[in-house]
């Protein structure tokens, strides 16, 4: 297995759809993130595409002016889901109790996770759906800062340092057959600690690892 069962374990062992149960529409991250992840998603996703937004809440970040297809929304807060613009249909499922996804093969163009793979129990099961779930040739973009729920993150991205948890993400994508190899964008925080907790400009760390599911994958 990818993770030993203590690797799994949060501080909070609750069940997830408990803590999510109140709407919070808040954003996790700084504007600075934001627009770096719109400006990545404008140049990796195409208009009139189909986008899986895993994990979402009331904001996919998705650049405006770009129309698609269909966006699918999930998450564990359906108050949150339906306040998302973006979204042209959603459905509530915690992926730690049930990660199969009520989604058909092949019928996406890109699955995007913003600020929320720490959270996963089970990203071998998890990866698998998002390859399953993805056309030949769609792309999977997972981006994360250095904030998190710290009582519903797992104990290895807990205990690991920034870098090691790209190194993770880059290790989930490996562990599925048919994805191409991870491509990591890094941008550090130049601000210090104190100011990033205030949401500065250049505050919040990005980091994104982009996967493809290859074209040659049965």
């Not at 062992?13 to 991250?29: A, E, G, Q, S, W």
Request: charged share 20%.
């Amino acid at each position: 297995m990818l993770l030993r069962p203590d690797q799994r374990l949060k501080l909070d062992d609750t069940d997830d759809k408990l803590f999510y149960d109140y709407p919070r529409f808040v954003t996790h991250v700084d504007e600075g993130f934001i627009q770096q992840l719109t400006d990545l998603y404008r140049q990796r996703l195409q208009p009139n595409t189909r986008i899986f937004d895993m994990m979402s809440s009331w904001v996919s970040h998705l650049p405006e002016e770009i129309e698609f297809a269909h966006v699918e929304g999930h998450g564990l807060n359906a108050e949150e889901l339906a306040r998302n613009p973006r979204l042209n249909h959603y459905f509530v499922q915690n992926l730690n109790s049930q990660p199969q996804l009520p989604l058909p093969d092949q019928d996406f163009d890109a699955v995007v996770n913003c600020v929320s793979v720490q959270y996963i129990q089970y990203p071998e099961a998890v990866f698998s759906e998002i390859h399953r779930i993805l056309k030949p040739g769609g792309v999977a973009i997972i981006s994360f800062s250095n904030r998190m729920f710290y009582q519903k993150a797992i104990q290895i991205w807990r205990d690991a340092s920034e870098a090691s948890r790209v190194e993770l993400v880059k290790r989930y994508f490996a562990s599925v057959p048919g994805f191409s190899t991870p491509e990591v964008i890094i941008n550090k925080s130049t601000a210090p600690n104190f100011l990033q907790w205030l949401g500065l400009p250049g505050g919040d760390p990005f980091y994104t690892v982009i996967a493809y599911r290859v074209e040659s994958s049965s």
